[in-house]
């Protein structure tokens, strides 16, 4: 049987929590500080009664969600959204890139998903259909096996992040510290190794080159084949962009308003 101090350990540890701003989802936590008696069965302590949990299983995978959650905040940006005041050309390409609808799904794009179950059905080359949220769980988190398991679970805290963080502070904190080649993380750092100055001064296809690194990173040894890809990848962007301008700019001002 779980003693008092079992209690005050956990309540002091959710109090920690709470004050440092990572109690993520309530939900959750109220799961996660709980006591555990003789015969295995698991119960939430707080403070004011107690409630069974279904089974000592479920109440591992919650505690694994409660951290997963808390290293993606410490992985979040604060003042993303506040500066810029409004997207970058660069950020407007990585849309382009990697998420054209990342303003209007909720962390899972299931148009996106049908398209690919289906080329997967149909033994069709399928190209992903991750979403820059989904992409930001990944680094945060580092789940790189190639299951299916992980791929759900990927999508459910992609799923969760959307009712504690915006769009804006969602894709400039994955940018922040996505993988862009050899030695390279965040976007800023990228730039400055390849153009010396930061993302938000780079023109159209200077974006569109940074931009493409996220899909061809920097090897170690770079080869003209590399390059080549690169430089191919970046002219579709820029493409693209130039053809929708319109459309990206005005929705990225209503996400910024």
């Known amino acids: 049987m779980a003693s008092l101090t079992d209690y005050e350990t956990a ?39 107690r409630r069974a949990l279904p089974s000592l299983p479920f109440r591992k995978w919650l505690i694994r969600v409660h951290d997963d959650l808390l290293t993606i905040h410490e992985r979040v940006t604060p003042w993303a959204i506040y500066w810029p005041e409004e997207l ?51 680094s945060a988190t580092e789940y790189r096996e190639r299951t299916f398991r992980r791929k759900l679970y990927e999508m459910f805290l992609a799923y969760i992040i959307q009712y504690r963080y915006s769009k804006i502070t969602i894709l400039r904190s994955y940018l922040g510290f996505a993988y862009f ?5 965040g976007a800023d750092n990228a730039s400055n190794a390849i153009f010396g100055k930061d993302t938000a001064s780079l023109d159209v296809y200077e974006s569109a ?23 191919r990848r970046a002219n579709y962007i820029e493409s693209i962009y130039v053809r929708r301008k319109e459309r990206f700019d005005e929705i990225a001002r209503g996400e910024m308003a």
């Open 209 to 231: 080159i940074v931009a493409s690194l996220l899909v061809f990173p920097i090897p170690r040894i770079q080869t003209d084949s590399w390059l080549l890809r690169v430089l």
């Open 88 to 138: 970058t050309t660069f950020e407007k390409l990585v849309l382009v890139l990697e998420d054209r609808r990342f303003f209007e799904h909720g962390g899972i794009d299931l148009r996106a998903l049908t398209r690919e179950v289906y080329k997967f059905l149909f033994c069709q080359n399928n190209g992903g259909a991750s979403t820059i949220d989904m992409q930001f769980v990944r």
């Open 181 to 185: 080649g050899w030695g390279i993380r």
């Open 11 to 49: 309540a002091a540890r959710q109090a920690v929590l709470r004050a440092s701003g990572r109690d993520t989802c309530n939900i959750i936590s109220n799961y996660v500080f709980a006591e555990r008696d003789d015969w295995g069965a698991a119960r939430v302590f707080r403070g004011t009664g």
